[in-house]
């Protein structure tokens, strides 16, 4: 790696909800100045900023950075918005990587909102404006369709049952008690009430999905010299990775998510990572459906191919486990207010990796994390590792 | 001062267009023909070579909610480190450049397009950009803001109205000798003066019409540019930055984003007098005063200057300092999120002394500055060398 090292010396975020009375640039100042507290900075110590959010549809506000901008500190600095559909919340992340990394800044402020709530009567109806004008939108697709057909592929492939997938809603829902920003937390969920909750798009579920949210979330980040002055508890950027395949959904092996694995793959070669499954303590990977989490651990290369839900049904996966998985809540749990969802795993990572995760600490000691967000159709992966 | 850690350079350039409208092509296969161009350009086979692409380009454009969906396949860049950059055409070259200086690429294509003539409201589109709370309600167009802005413009720099309508002869008849643009014209002070009346003081004339276009860029790693190319044109200093989002509060005078970006850029390439430092200049000309007020943000003449400068010859194709050789948006049309990328090309083929008829003697350095358009305060800025 040619570039400087970089830390994440600060974060904070604001609850998830599902409709909140505060506008986009108000959630971000909401989620900056938490950030910025969080590690006694003041803006006039951060060089540029870094703003994610999801489709413009959702508030049908053109050119959301500039929008967003006020609320992000962002007026008067160099302002750029990086964009991968869900997958935007990590990215953004490695976007403020590579701003320091490149000798470019000291710190940036990265900054992940989202207000889906806007989007009458629900923002499933942006979605339609995901798919190709010409061949898939006049058949009036729904997102939860072709999420239907991702987890029927995979669960045929591997013989796998709603039981075994619905095990990381319970896992996940029950996490997210210890979180205080958490939308969908509940700590007494079991088995059945997912696999009983009103069917969407068969084999998906109501409680197989995480809820539209509204939310933001910031971290602060700053090169290696600036970082240990701040604060520490530097919590280093060790790899980073992303990889968009193919547009043409249909014509992929919908059970294996192949970009996934590639961004883990240069994440891992960036950290020196050889063995992932020893050498990663906790795992952060994109929840917004039950079965994708597997899915996901599958393509990050952290379970063999259509195993990952034993690591949920033994227990592995569990808080206290020996791989920890999604501590935070994830998606399921605390919410998915889409770029703000994957910046939040980011800032678990954060947190978990100080020991500051409270009631949701994964105990030892955990060195090293990875956070993983995944978006577009069905076709980004952005991967990344932080160690402390 | 922050510099790049690496040396880059632009080793090859494409586009397909410019035209008003462009029936025959879909925006994939206009980003085909540009990115094929440029790959051969730069003699590298993108399945073998190419470690990312960003683009930069905006849903409400697109029509496309998650834009960045469509772009790896006509790009040759499945599977690889893909994203997209919403905001101007610079801003992506800059992420392509932090993305190599951080050490995560070697080589990385940059690509934006418009196909404005797709787009049936755009003016109402650029409407959406407007702040939804204090100023949408008043359901005016976003075009009144370049009337009060060059108003402004003009009586305090004392600039009379037919400086700026020199511009636009100036650059239209550039475009006479420019085979990419879409409106070259052979105009009378008297016609540009006495078009309809766009926005009081501005006339039709004076703001540029949108076109179909699609520019793509080869970037590389210092090393790895000079085995690919003798031709290769340096990237000496990048900046960029956003004022403020609300009318109520930003700078009407002096184009404070562009001023920022450029000091920023300046820096980084050790430029102290930029007066004496370009041999030509590639800037935005979206609306006529903006060429004018952007010279003069960017410090190449002082405030009140650059109108006299337009008036006396000495921003000809042969002046003191050629400013928009290609024609600018005037000419060219103006390629909505690619524009600051077509402002790039000109600036690229003319250093590497491939401009034809409107070729600068001896270019060896330029300056290219763009502006996002109405209504933002967000421009950046690229200085270019012959030489690393």
Known sequence: ????????????????????????????????????????????????????????????????????????????????????????????????????????????????????????????????????????????????????????????????????????????????????????????????????????????????????????????????????RVTNKPVWVEGVGWSLDTQYWTNRDLSYPTYVEEAARKAYAMAGIREPRKEIHIVEPYDPFDYKELHHLEGLLLADRGKAAELVALGIANRDGDMPVTPSGGLLGVGNPIAAAGLMKVAELFWQLRGEAGPRQVPGQPRRGLAQAWGDLMQVGTVIILGI | MRRLHTEVAIVGAGWSGFRSISPDLSFREMMFEAATKAYTDAGIDPRRDLDGLVTAEEDFHEGIAISDEYVPDPMGAVLRSVH????????????????????????????????????????????????????RPLEVHPVFIAGLECRRYLEVTRTPIECVAQVVVKNRRNALRNPRAAFPADLS????????????????????????????????????????????????????????????????????????????????????????????????????????????????????????????????????????????????????????????????LQLRGEAGPRQVPNARTALVASWRGLPTTTGAVAVLSREP
């Open chain 2, 189 to 348: 002070l008297e016609d540009v003066l006495d078009s309809e009346p766009l926005a009081e003081p501005l006339t039709r004339a004076m703001a540029a019409a949108p076109a179909d276009g699609c520019v793509v860029f080869v970037l590389a790693r210092g090393d790895v540019a000079r085995r690919l190319t003798d031709r290769a044109v340096w990237i000496r200093g990048l900046g960029w930055a956003t004022d403020s989002y609300t009318l109520e509060s930003r700078d009407w005078e002096g184009a404070a984003y562009l001023r920022r970006a450029a000091e920023r850029a300046y820096e980084q390439a050790g430029i102290r007098n930029p007066r004496r430092a370009f041999d030509l200049v590639e800037v935005d000309d979206t609306f006529a005063y903006k060429e004018l007020q952007h010279l003069e943000a960017l410090g190449l003449c002082r405030p009140g200057e650059a109108g006299w400068w337009t008036a006396e010859g000495a921003t000809e194709i042969g002046g003191e300092l050629p400013v928009n050789p290609s024609g600018g948006c005037l000419g060219e049309g103006h390629l909505l999120d690619a524009s600051g990328l077509a402002r790039l090309l000109e600036a690229v």
């Open chain 2, 84 to 135: 997209t950059i919403a905001g101007d055409g610079l801003q992506a070259l800059a992420a392509g450049v932090m993305q190599i200086a951080a050490g995560a690429a070697r080589i990385v294509a940059v690509e934006s397009h418009s196909k404005a003539s797709n787009v049936l409201n755009l003016d109402q589109i650029t409407a959406l950009a407007m702040d939804p709370v204090f100023q």
């Open chain 1, 1 to 228: 790696m040619a570039g400087r090292r970089v830390a994440i010396v600060g974060a904070g975020m604001t609850k998830f909800v599902r409709r909140a009375l505060e506008t986009g640039p108000e959630l971000a100042w909401e989620a900056a100045s938490k950030a910025l507290e969080s590690c006694e900075m003041t803006l006039d110590q951060i060089d540029a900023v870094v703003l994610g959010s999801a489709p413009d549809a959702f508030d049908g506000v053109h050119m959301k950075v500039e929008y967003l901008s006020p609320g992000a500190g962002a007026w008067g600095k160099p302002t750029i918005r990086g964009y991968v559909g869900g997958g935007t919340g990590v990215f953004a992340a490695i976007q403020g990587w590579y701003h320091i990394a490149s000798g470019m800044f000291d710190t940036v402020l990265v900054v992940c909102e989202e207000k889906m709530s806007s989007c009458h009567p629900h923002p499933q109806a942006a979605f339609n404006y995901i798919f190709d004008h010409t061949l898939e939108r006049p058949l009036g697709p729904n997102l939860l369709w072709i999420f239907a057909l991702e987890m029927n592929a995979y669960m045929t492939k591997y013989g796998l049952t709603k039981r075994d997938i619905a095990l990381v809603a319970v896992k996940n829902k029950r996490n997210a008690a210890g979180h205080p920003a958490a939308q969908l937390a509940d700590p007494d969920i079991t088995v059945e009430d997912v696999l009983n909750s009103e069917v969407l798009a068969w084999p998906v579920q109501r409680l197989d999905v995480s809820p539209t949210s509204d939310g933001a979330v910031a971290v602060v980040m700053a090169a290696d010299h600036v970082a240990r």
